[in-house]
Structure formats: C-alpha cells, structure tokens
C-alpha cells in the first residue's frame, strides 16, 4: 500500500512540475495599449506600447503585422500610407527593426544576432494618412486598434482615442468590436472625457482575437485626407505592362525600326550607281542574267505581272510556244518538262502551264480552273529563296514582310498605332540588300530606267529586233512594255520561232496585256476563295 502511494505521489509532482514549466514557458502579452491622436491636417498618430512576455524561451523579438487597406461600403479597397516609424523599449532607446510594405505593414522587431527572454517591453509609434473616412454628415475613425493576427493571448488592453481640442464632447460618438475577425460583439468599455475616448477589452483575448474601435464626429473640424486607390501586386503589374507595351508600341520600335529604314535607305543611296540607260539586266554569280521576275524583285517591284513576263521568257528559251488565235486570244503549244537548266519558280509556272497545252488563254481557264493564281505565292517565295542564295539579299524577304505585317496588325492590341503604321511603311520599302545586292539592284533599277524612258536612244539598236525581243519580257515584268513597243512600231520584221501570229509590237502588247489581266484575275480568284493567307 505504501509503495502505491510513492508512485502516485511521485506522478503527483511530476504532473505539478510539468505544468509549471509548461506555464513558465507559454508566451503572452501582458499589457497591450493603444494611443491614437487624430490631427487637424487629417491623419492620425498612433502609439502602441506592448508588454511582451517571452517566458523561458528565447526568442530575438516579435511581429507585428498592421492592415494598410480599408474597404468601403461600395466594396472598394484603399491604400492608406504610413510614414514616421519609430520602434524603442521603455526606456525610449531604439530597437532594431525591418519594415515589409505589402497589402500589410510587416514589422520585424529586434536583433537577429541576439536573443531575449522573459518581460520585454516594446514601442512602436508611427503616422497614417488616409485612416479617416468621410460621410455626407461626419467623419469617422474605424481602425483595426489590436489586430487578430497574434498567436499568443492578451491578457490586458486598452486603446485611447484623443480628437482634436476643437470638437465638443457631445458631439462624439464611439462604438467597439470584440473577438476574432468579423466579430460583431461589443464585450468592451467606453469611457470619455470631453474629446477623449477610452477603449478596454471586459475579457482578455485569446490568440486570433482583437479589438476595433469606432468613433464618429462632426465634419470641417479634420482637413480631408482621402486614402489612394488600392491595386494589387497583380494589377501594378498589369497597368505596368500596359504603360511599357504602349511606350513599346508608339516610341521605342518605331523610332528603332525608322532609324533601321534610314539607315538601309541612306547606304542604298551612297552605294547605288544607277544610271539612264542600261541595256541588260543584272548577272548572277556564275555568269547568266536573273529572269525578269527575280530582276523586278530585286527593285521590289514584284506584282503578278511577272508571270506573264516569266512565260514570255521560258517561251524564248524555247520551253513553250506562244500562239495567237483568230480572236486575238493566245494559246501555249509544244510545253517542254522543266529540265536542271530551270530555277525553281520557274519549273513551277512550266508544270502549271503543261496541263494546258494547247488550250486557249482565256478567263474561262486563266481566270478561274488554272492553278497559277493558287500557286502565285509559291512562285513569289521562291523567287525570294533564290536571291538569298544568290547573296542578292541577306534575309528572305517575303519572311522579312509578313514579319513586318504580322508585327503591325499586333502592334493594334497594345495601342501602338505609329508602330502599325512605321512597320506597314517597312513592309512595303524594307530592302536587305548585300553589297552585291546593291549593284544588282542598280543595274535592275538603271534597266528599267531604259525600258521605261520616252527618249529615242540607240537609233542603231532601235533597228535590232533580237534587242526588242531580249528585253520585252523584262519591260513586261516592270510594267513598262507599252513604252518599250512603241518604241518598235514598225521595226519588226522577221518571226520569232517561240511565236505564232501577227507580229507586230502592237500583236506582243496585246499578247502582254490579255496574259496580265487574266494573271490577275486568276491571283485575285484564288485569294478570294482561299481560307489561306
């Protein structure tokens, strides 16, 4: 018997020891008071003096956090700022602390190379603008005095609200809430003494509760202070990409691309030798002349044109006939497959035109069943590709466009409406020139200047029929072929193999201007009827 009460009474003490330290060790803020001061000029002055007991533990301070947003009734937040921080013990000396400005004020308190235990007191004043609100009929003060974000329970508390000199005691009004967040209890005290308010808490309050007080006075006695419209982390980002994509958009690409347009334009100028009178077009690297639609794209002056001109040409390199019927409509005999001698765009017209053999060219077929217009596209980047590999050109033009475009339509969806139009411009008059691109540019360019001139140059190559016939596809590609005709009219008297039927140069401007329009109307079609940009 005795034995079973030594062990009792030695569980006894071990549960009595146990509870000690347990009450030796829990954390509590033993006293928690609140000075608030409502000045004239609108903001308030706060002072929270916090009797923090750390028990045996060590610790390197505390947190305090304090909501910097309040809400209306209208459901709309705001930012109030705060300004003056000061932090110090009770013996008014000053504690090191870090401050976190977010949707809350975030204040760590004390040193991270020391750490304290037991009863430590902390001061932390500081000044708000924005706290008051304003009614129609009074003003009001609803702050959040002793938040519900502590851990540890407070076990005395008291909040002082002092209003201004000016304002008569009866014409102030003050209500509490108590408990934790959203708490609509009024298990507090109110005590006032002419314009100053005394707050106090009838229970202690345990972790996660607060107190928020409420007073309300007349109006013109406090200057209005309206709080700043709150935005979130997300929306500053947003307004923030908005104001950088619009400054994007309508000052930093378009000034870069204008400067790049000026520049590549100004070493164009400094480097071109174009002159007026240039009787062939430009010559690849290992020898041979460019076609005429690889000869007007390197001016940029590429339209569907040069289809008709790139016909005429396979016709004289004897891959075609061209046939002229009785009702000056024309025809193709006598097709040959494009053999290696062929660049790529042109093996593509040639296998267009072999299904055709022997068919008339008339709107029936050219305008709408032929497959030119639907492979017009291809014809034009291939076209591009060659003069890249030529070294006309260091970029694919055709990428260089659409990019241009593309970049111009989405320049719209940020505001950036200089930078759609600046890179439209770009789209149209962007040339990527290499050196050797720049001579054969002036050559193409100084060709067209020829064929395209009103003057009666050359009388003795005037005469010579083989020059008519050599550059009348190149006239056809720059659309100059009416001038270059009629500089013949009357001067052509011997039959090309290639062709069949009137030979006039009035019969080739015919046979230009039926093949260009019905070209046209085939390209037109296929753009028109396709889903495809």
């Known amino acids: 018997m005795?034995?079973?009460l030594s062990v009792l009474s030695l569980i006894t003490a071990i549960l009595v020891l146990t509870s000690f330290r347990a009450e030796a060790s829990q954390e509590i803020i033993e006293n928690f008071e609140v000075e608030i001061t409502v000045n004239q000029d609108g903001t308030i002055s706060v002072t929270e003096e916090i009797l923090y007991d750390f028990g045996q533990n060590n610790r390197r301070g505390i947190f305090r956090t304090i909501p910097a947003t309040k809400t209306n009734e209208e459901g709309r937040k705001f930012r109030m700022e705060f300004d003056n921080f000061k932090i110090t013990d009770e013996a008014d000396q000053p504690l090191k602390f870090t401050l976190d400005r977010n949707q809350d004020i975030n204040i760590r308190i004390g040193d991270p190379n020391e750490t304290v235990t037991g009863l430590q007191t902390y001061v932390i004043s500081y000044q708000v603008s924005g706290a008051l609100t304003y009614f129609e009929n009074h003003d009001e003060l609803y702050w959040n005095a002793i938040g519900t974000d502590w851990e540890v329970p407070i076990r005395d508390s008291r909040v002082i609200v002092e209003l201004p000199a000016t304002i008569s005691g009866e014409n102030i009004n003050a209500v509490c809430y108590t408990g934790p967040k959203f708490s609509e209890e009024e298990d507090c005290q109110i005590e006032q003494t002419d314009n100053t308010l005394e707050f106090r808490s009838e229970d202690a309050f345990q972790p996660g509760e607060g107190i928020t007080i409420v007073t309300t006075f007349p109006k013109n006695y406090v200057e209005v202070l309206e709080p700043t419209p709150y935005r979130s982390v997300s929306s500053n980002l947003i307004v923030i990409g908005v104001a950088v994509s619009y400054l994007m958009g309508n000052v930093i690409l378009p000034i870069r691309k204008t400067v790049s347009l000026i520049r590549q334009r100004k070493r164009i100028k400094n480097n071109s030798q174009v002159v007026s009178a240039w009787f062939d077009p430009p010559r690849k690297k290992e020898g041979g002349f460019f076609s005429p639609g690889q000869t007007a794209a390197i001016t940029g002056d590429l339209k569907p044109r040069i289809v008709t001109a790139e016909i005429i040409y396979l016709a004289q390199q004897g891959y075609l006939k061209i046939i002229q019927t009785d009702n000056k409509d024309f025809g193709f005999s006598d097709i040959r497959e494009p053999d290696d001698?062929?660049?790529?765009?042109?093996?593509?017209?040639?296998?267009?035109?072999?299904?055709?053999?022997?068919?008339?060219?008339?709107?029936?077929?050219?305008?709408r069943s032929h497959p030119i217009g639907s492979i017009y596209n291809d014809i034009v980047s291939q076209i591009y590709k060659e003069l890249k590999k030529e070294n006309i050109t260091d970029k694919n033009h055709l990428k260089s466009r659409n990019s241009n475009v593309i970049i111009a339509f989405l320049s719209l969806f940020i505001g950036g409406f200089i930078n759609f139009i600046v890179y439209l411009i770009a789209a149209m008059k962007e040339k990527h020139l290499t050196d050797q691109g720049i001579k054969a540019y002036s050559e193409a360019l100084s060709l067209k200047n020829f064929l395209s001139s009103q003057k009666e140059q050359l009388e003795h190559q005037a005469q010579n029929q083989k020059f008519f016939e050599r550059l009348f596809s190149y006239a056809t590609a720059f659309g100059v072929e009416k001038t270059w005709a009629s500089r013949f009219e009357g001067l052509l008297n011997q039959k090309p193999n290639w062709y069949e039927g009137d030979f006039t140069a009035s019969s080739f401007l015919l046979l230009s201007s039926r093949m260009n329009r019905n070209v046209s109307k085939s390209v037109n079609y296929s753009r028109t009827s396709s889903s495809g940009f």
């Open 2 to 4: 005795k034995r079973i």
């Open 341 to 367: 001698n062929l660049e790529e765009h042109q093996k593509t017209i040639l296998k267009s035109l072999i299904n055709t053999q022997d068919t008339k060219v008339t709107q029936n077929n050219i305008n």
